[in-house]
Structures are given as C-alpha cells and as structure tokens.
C-alpha cells in the first residue's frame, strides 16, 4: 500500500484545557473515554471491545511512532526497491527520500492514527484550535475534536477485529491501485461511523460529501507547512481515501468492507463502481530482460495514479487522459546504473487510448528527467492497448500480448487470486 496511506485523518486540530478535555495531564480521561467507545461501537452495530489501548502523544513524537510501523511492514530492501519502481515511471522524484517525505507530512499533519501491529490508537496532541471550534465545544460541553479522531480511530480498530487480512500492508507492496482502493473504503468507513458516533451525542447532521471533498482539498491546498513541499505523489492523494471513501460508505454502510473497491476506477467513478478491467501479471517478461538489467519488480497505477502522473509533470488534459482507463501495469528494472520500465496499459475504447498516447507524449521528457532516463520514454498502440517503454527495453514491448497473464476482473478478491496474494 502506498506509504500516504500509513497517514490518518489529516489536518485536524485538538482541544487542550477544558473542563470536559478528554485529556488530562498527558492522558486520556478513562469515563469520557468509555464512553466515546460505547458510542462508537454502537454507531457501527460492533459489539463493544473490552479494551482499547489509546494514548496520546506529541507531534514530534509522531514520526518514530509511524517509522517503527512502517519498517516492520516493509523491510529496507522492499522499501528500496518500492521507491525505485516510483522513479523508474516518473511518479517520484529521486532526490527525495519516499519514507522522510511521508514522515515529515504525518508530523504535521495526522491527528490521530491506529496502529494494526499494537493495537494502540494515539491522539496527537500540539495543534491549534480556531475559536470556532473551541466555541462550538463550550457550547456542547464535549471535546469535540478529539471525540472526532479517537471515533475515527476506534473504527480502525473495529475494521482490523472484522476484516484484518485489509490491514495486510505486505499483500499491497505491488498493488498502488488496489491498495488505494481499499484505503478509500477503510478511510470511508471510519469517517461515515465516527462522525455517526458523533452525531448519537446530539450534535447534528452527518457532514455533507461534497462540502467535505471541498473542505479537504482546501485544507490541502491552502497548507503551509511540509505538505505544501511534498512531492506530488502524497500532497495530490492525501485527501482522496476520506474525499472519496465517505460517500461510498454512506451509500453501502457495512457492505462496503464485505466488498470493497479494487480499483481507484470503481472510487472515483458512482456509475463504475462495480466495473471490470482488465489486469496483467508480467513475471513471464522478466526472463527476457536484457543482459545487465536486474527487475525491481511490479505495480499497477490506476486511474488515480495515471492521473497523478500527469498532473504533476505538467499535462493538462490529465483527468481527461486518465479516465477510460480499463487496467495497467508495469514492470520496472535497474540496466546498469540506469532505470528502466515497461509498462503496458488498457483503455475502454480506440479514442481513449490515442488520447493517453497523445497526453503522455507531452510529459515523456518531463518523466525522462525526472528519472534520469538517457532519452524520453516511447510508446506503440494497438487498439485498445498502449504500450510504454524506456530504453533499452524495447525488445519487450511485444511482450505483454503473449507473455503476460491476463484476465478481466471486477472485484478485490479476483484480484487477490490472480495475483496470488493470499
């Protein structure tokens, strides 16, 4: 899964000094606490955990909280060679550092987050409070912030008691697509049944969707801090899972986790949601590699990661270019001291499929340098199908029609068989 996803709500300020604080002295209070997770528990029709471990910590203590998680995850030589699959396409830029980019963003951003391995949530103390809020919560007598976070917080642990093989960081480490995928309905689901754990105590209506899709893309926007600096990759995808999960959780309540999105397509798109598409294992073209080139493995972009691409390299025709999208995938190597990719795409129909060729064409030397590739990546179409390649993989771009193995697919655990991830 990719690593913005290790990030929790973002952008969430706390209360601090109040009477009713659910904080004291560095601590959680245990009676307001026991409370919020009755409350949150009942929202979501779970039966109510015996016991949650919740803590709160500092912001700067955010960071080794998250790597030590990360790391047990995703072990060094993984991450590496994750990072260098990111390069290889252009969607990381490698200067930057993925895992201290990701680290600096959730210092200053994540309000609260669960950890799977522990099954310890934290709330995070240190941010600024508008006086809107701070007035809204005298009003109510009730911590309203921090009953938000922890809520949201709670359904994670929720979500991992019911569906944990989601929480399965290592079955995504090739699957960006799927993994954004199923980041949006763990995402949606714990902002649809923490805010209804909200709404039990009296306080109103459930956050309209798209005035919460506005809110956060302004919250992203409009930030100054280490997000404003962030590579493209987190700062254009930090507000999609909650964005774009909240609504499909409103619209299929639990169902949504029985079965949930494996595409970003089937996010982004209500008529789609149960679309097909067409996916490819490319193991058998490793063998063909040229001599001298070692693989560095697989992953998927998607329509969001498509998009991503594009967008950030300058293309602007990118939400055009990346909708039609009907499956991907790309096999990346190091030839030398030199990156390399191949990487072969499918559309719904012929037009769709010249307009990404024709887009992508604009951002080839954009990705050449980004990448440090020795020219711009080049491309062949036949029908539906585009194919992408840098040098010296060239002999490859037949490949896929004979060596790869295909198959169409519309759900998550089509994809987890085809892929073997279980």
């Given at each position: ?203 109103g209506a459930l956050p309209d969707p798209a005035e919460m899709e ?43 986790l029985e079965n949930p999105p494996a595409s970003t397509e089937q ?30 493995g697989q992953n998927t972009l998607g329509e969001l990661g498509i ?116």
């Amino acid at each position: 899964m990719r690593l913005a996803a290790a990030l929790a709500l973002p952008a969430l300020a706390l209360l601090s000094g109040c009477a009713w604080s659910l904080v004291d002295d560095g601590h959680i209070r245990e009676a307001p606490f026991a409370d919020v997770v009755t409350r949150t528990a009942a929202a979501r029709g779970d039966p109510r955990p015996e016991h949650v471990d919740a803590r709160v910590v500092s912001q700067d203590e955010v960071p080794a909280l998250l790597r030590a998680s990360i790391e047990q995850e995703w072990p060094a030589a993984e991450l590496a060679r994750y990072q260098a699959r990111l390069v290889a396409v252009g969607l990381w830029p490698p200067e930057r550092d993925l895992l201290e980019e990701t680290l600096l963003v959730a210092r200053d951003e994540v309000a609260g987050f669960y950890l799977p391995e522990s099954r310890v949530l934290y709330v995070v103390e240190g941010f600024h409070v508008p006086f809107s809020v701070r007035f809204f919560s005298a009003l109510l007598r009730r911590d309203v912030m921090r009953e938000v976070v922890l809520s949201h917080e709670l359904v994670h642990l929720l979500q991992h008691l019911d569906a944990p093989r989601l929480f399965d960081a290592s079955s995504w480490m090739e699957q960006d697509d799927a993994g954004e995928a199923v980041q949006a309905a763990l995402e949606g689901d714990a902002t649809h049944y923490g805010f209804r754990a909200l709404m039990q105590g009296g306080s109103g209506a459930l956050p309209d969707p798209a005035e919460m899709e506005a809110g956060l893309e302004s919250e992203v926007s409009s930030s100054d801090g280490a997000l404003a600096e962030a590579p493209g990759l987190l700062r254009l995808t930090l507000a999609f899972p909650y964005a774009r999960g909240y609504p499909l959780s409103l619209a299929e309540g639990r169902m949504l986790l029985e079965n949930p999105p494996a595409s970003t397509e089937q996010v982004l798109h209500e008529e789609r949601r149960f679309a097909d598409f067409e996916v490819a294992d490319l193991a058998g073209l490793e063998p063909a590699l040229p001599a001298g080139c070692e693989s560095l493995g697989q992953n998927t972009l998607g329509e969001l990661g498509i998009w991503v691409l594009l967008h950030d390299l300058g293309a602007a025709e990118a939400a055009a270019a990346s909708d039609g999208w009907d499956g991907d995938r790309y096999l990346a190597a190091r030839c030398g001291g030199q990156l390399a990719f191949l990487w072969w795409t499918a559309w719904d129909s012929e037009a769709e499929a010249q307009e990404f060729e024709r887009v992508y064409a604009g951002i080839a030397a954009a990705v050449a340098a980004r990448a440090g590739l020795a020219a711009p990546p080049r491309s062949q179409r036949a029908g539906r199908a585009v194919v992408v390649w840098s040098d010296p993989l060239e002999g490859l771009a037949g490949l896929p029609d004979t060596a790869a193995r295909r198959a169409r697919i519309s759900s998550l655990d089509e994809l987890r068989a085809h892929f073997q991830l279980d």
